[in-house]
């Protein structure tokens, strides 16, 4: 089983990375394979809505890093993407990424209407996961929603949703032996799911 890891995260070493490299590490002592994506290394345009795909099957409009994600995101049977918290939501490189995998739906019909998508061919799996500094649920819900419904709307199944609070130090998480170990079973368990 191939896991792959997207970290929506600007800043590298943050804690969001250090999460998303705990969990695949967990899954590789499993026996998985894993690889781990820094949006941030892409240059990702934003989807301005052309409708391109619909007829391509992948997004035509550009060539930026998402043409060498697609086939990453096509040959994994797990999907982790995590990201910290910005004012309530979803990193902007997170949201780009989400936004670009459009073109895996296929409409039938008039619409608005039914769809599917391509990601379907197989059973997928996907955790989420989100770094906030706040403690309170409703400071950084959104975020796991933000992520997890639009996976779900391609075909994934969420397995797990993971809001991580109380973190804001560069590496702050490295101080918490129970979330590292909690985050290193999550990815130990991605094993039993297939």
Known sequence: MKVLGISGSPRKGGNTDIILKEILRGAENSGMETEILFLRDYTLNS??????????LTCSQFNDGMNLIYPKVEEADILITGSPVYNYNITS???????????YYTFHGKRPG?????????????????????????????????????????????????????YFEKGSVLRDDDLIRKVHSAGIKLSEMK
């Open 114 to 166: 039914r769809y599917s998508s391509r990601l379907q061919d197989k059973k997928r799996e996907a955790l989420v996961f989100s770094v906030c500094e706040q403690i309170d649920p409703k400071e950084n819900d959104f975020a796991i929603d933000a992520m997890s419904r639009p996976l779900e709307a391609l075909g994934y199944n969420i397995t797990d949703k993971m809001a991580i609070r109380g």
């Open 93 to 103: 490189l997170i949201k780009t990424f989400i936004d670009r995998l459009y073109p």
């Open 47 to 56: 989807c301005i809505g052309c409708e391109k795909c619909r007829k391509s």
